[in-house]
């Protein structure tokens, strides 16, 4: 009977991943399915290895994170993100991937260690890289920065040629706030950014070696964190950020190319403190996939603006988390009783989207109740104009 009843739940989930979703030119299908003692799966990213192979990296291992079991994981699809291969470790120590991408013929994985028990406030980033498509990785290597604790997030190319790369950091105050132990209480925490100059070969570095980081964007005393960067037609380059205990995104801008930035200021745009997705999408719009509620990351929207980030007046929905209650079941992987707690399952949450544009089509992958790899695909043409 039990072995029925999963098989009705797997039927009616296929069928809602078919013909669930709430816009009719939006595709879905699973990257990944989490169970068992490795069940986790959080911050998806994507990118196409020289041979052609998709490559899909998240945080994974154990139940819950931070924990001592997490560690990166990547999968990879021969055929253009239908199928895809039993996810393999790369990182088996507690980390995780925040960007993939190619140098030639390598793939760099960019991302970063920490301490189980920190709640990430200890982190050591690194990178490591493939020389055969991601089937096999180097060693970490650890980037010296000029701030505590970075994470380095996923490049936007400039239109001088530069990468920018977002990051924040996260350093110990001399006196906490008062208020409570949270680490946005016991830690500074903003938003900066790195640059290459050499298409992520390297990074722009001072005498001592270190990882320049432009910019402290830290003027919100409960922090900023988990940037996205957009470049607008003008020129000037937008980044968003995450803010906790606010119920809207958060933006700052570099009319130099990321050497300095304004201090950020509150958006109208609401947002459940959850990270978010923002880039052009190939027709001279900007796109913005995001959780568009000020307290739960359920729905996921792409958002779509054609006048340099001013007005968004499209909204696609690309998905719900009704479409997967069948799986909240006791037992089920979206159950919340087991790895419930600290990091564990979150039913009711779609969280981290990242896109890639490929061939006239978005595809945005992100993580369903920290169980579940989804990609939601649409073609740019397909997305409704003002």
Same mark, same amino acid.
């Given at each position: 009977m039990r072995k029925i009843d999963m098989m009705l739940t797997a039927l009616l989930l296929a069928l809602a991943m078919q013909a669930g979703a709430d816009e009719p030119n939006v595709t879905r299908s699973f990257v990944f399915q989490g169970a068992g003692e490795n069940a986790l799966a959080c911050g998806p990213v994507l990118t196409v290895a020289p041979n052609g192979d998709w490559l899909c990296a998240w945080l994974g291992g154990g139940r819950a994170e931070p924990a001592p079991e997490n560690g990166a994981v990547v999968t990879r699809s021969a055929d253009g993100g239908k199928t895809w291969s039993t996810p393999a470790v790369v990182l088996p120590r507690p980390g995780t991937i925040l960007e993939?991408?190619?140098?030639?013929?390598?793939?760099?994985?960019?991302?970063?260690?920490?301490?189980?028990?920190?709640?990430?406030?200890?982190?050591?980033?690194?990178?490591?890289? #493939? %020389? @055969? +498509? &991601?089937t096999t990785w180097s060693a970490p290597e650890y980037l010296q920065t000029t701030r505590q604790n970075v994470a380095i997030e996923s490049h936007v190319l400039l239109a001088?040629?530069?990468?920018?790369?977002?990051?924040?950091?996260?350093?110990?105050?001399?006196?906490?706030l008062p208020g409570g132990t949270r680490r946005e209480y016991t830690h500074t925490i903003g938003c900066c950014v790195a640059i290459s100059k050499d298409e992520g070969a390297t990074f722009e570095t001072n005498d001592e070696g270190r990882v320049v980081l432009h910019g402290s964007i830290d003027n919100r005393p409960l922090g900023l964190h988990e940037p996205r960067l957009v470049q607008l037609g003008s020129g000037r380059v937008l980044m968003l950020m995450r803010a906790n205990f606010d119920g809207h995104l958060w933006q700052a801008h #570099? %009319? @130099? +190319? &990321?050497?300095?930035?304004?201090?950020?200021?509150?958006?109208?745009?609401?947002?459940?403190?959850?990270?978010?997705?923002?880039?052009?999408?190939?027709?001279?719009r900007i796109g913005l996939a995001l959780n568009p509620s000020e307290k739960r990351r359920d729905p996921l929207e792409l958002w779509v603006s054609s006048d340099d980030a001013q007005t968004w007046p499209v909204h696609v929905a690309l998905d719900r988390y009704e479409n997967y209650t069948a799986l909240t079941a006791p037992g089920e992987r979206h159950d919340a009783g087991p790895g419930w707690g600290k990091g564990g399952a979150w039913p009711g949450n779609l969280s981290y989207p990242f896109a890639m544009l490929r061939d006239g089509t978005l595809h945005i992958v992100y993580d369903v109740a920290r169980r579940d790899v989804v990609m939601a695909n649409i073609r740019v043409h397909a997305i409704p104009q003002n």
């Open positions: 993939l991408y190619c140098v030639g013929a390598r793939v760099w994985a960019l991302g970063f260690e920490y301490d189980a028990d920190s709640n990430y406030t200890v982190k050591r980033p690194c990178r490591m890289f #493939s %020389d @055969d +498509n &991601g001088n040629g530069e990468w920018l790369s977002p990051a924040y950091f996260m350093e110990p105050r001399a006196e906490p #570099s %009319d @130099d +190319n &990321g050497r300095t930035w304004s201090e950020a200021t509150q958006m109208s745009i609401p947002n459940p403190s959850a990270k978010v997705w923002v880039g052009q999408i190939g027709d001279g």
